[in-house]
Antibody, heavy 126, light 109 residues
């Protein structure tokens, strides 16, 4: 059974930093891209960042580029999100998600989220 | 950025009735479209990927259709557990800049 367990959320002041973790189990962690998706209170879903299975490629939404860093430790089956220069608008539940993919005409297309963690709340406020 | 627009914002349906949710992309996303269900206080759950393929364990009453810019999620006969918010998401671009629709809330009529 695939399980994703986030931790590290909490209250932080504007301009501060926080590191989120996501412990994964139930699948071969290093074989899959992983992602972070967030949801502001009462709002919709926003893709934040993704990382390849090896960790060698990383991708970010424009809203967090230059402030957030995604990484992974495949020896520990753990995904991370380092968040710096936090702003009030970063307040959200942050979900860790496994990225799914399918073969389409000989090409692997990835980008949907087939398993999600329960989320961890980050509140940026003074 | 590809903008995903869902309609309606809220859909009032009686149990046992059919629900039809729409999702439109601002440019073609081929069939690289997923649907999720989210209940209050819970994480989203994948329902459909590739526009029409049901995810593991998803009941047959959920079906997806469409390609290009117009997509539909149909729930053939609403059960009590289906009242929730539904999101579409495109994953057509690389490097990724994946985007979600704003959601459709399916409520009890």
């Amino acid at each position: 059974e695939v399980q994703l367990l986030e931790s590290g959320g909490g209250l932080v002041q504007p301009g501060g930093s926080l590191r989120l973790s996501c412990a994964a189990s139930g699948f071969t962690f290093s074989s899959y891209a992983m992602s972070w998706v967030r949801q502001a209170p009462g709002k919709g879903l926003e893709w934040v960042s993704a990382i390849s299975g090896s960790g060698g490629s990383t991708y970010y939404a424009d809203s967090v580029k230059g402030r957030f860093t995604i990484s992974r430790d495949n020896s520990k089956n753990t995904l991370y999100l380092q968040m710096n220069s936090l702003r009030a608008e970063d307040t959200a539940v942050y979900y860790c998600a496994k990225v799914g993919g399918t073969m389409v005409r000989g090409v692997i297309i990835i980008g949907y989220f087939d398993y999600w963690g329960q989320g961890t709340l980050v509140t940026v406020s003074s | 950025e590809i903008v995903m627009t869902q309609s309606p914002a809220t859909l009032s349906v009686s149990p046992g009735e059919r629900a039809t949710l729409s999702c439109r992309a601002s440019q073609s996303v081929s069939s690289n479209l997923a649907w999720y269900q989210q209940k209050p206080g819970q994480a989203p759950r994948l329902l459909i990927y590739g526009a029409s393929t049901r995810a593991t364990g998803i009941p047959a009453r959920f079906s997806g259709s469409g390609s290009g810019t117009e997509f539909t999620l149909t729930i053939s006969s609403l059960q009590s557990e289906d009242f929730a918010v539904y999101y579409c998401q495109q994953y057509n671009n690389w490097p990724p800049s994946w985007t979600f629709g704003q959601g459709t809330k399916v409520e009890i009529k």
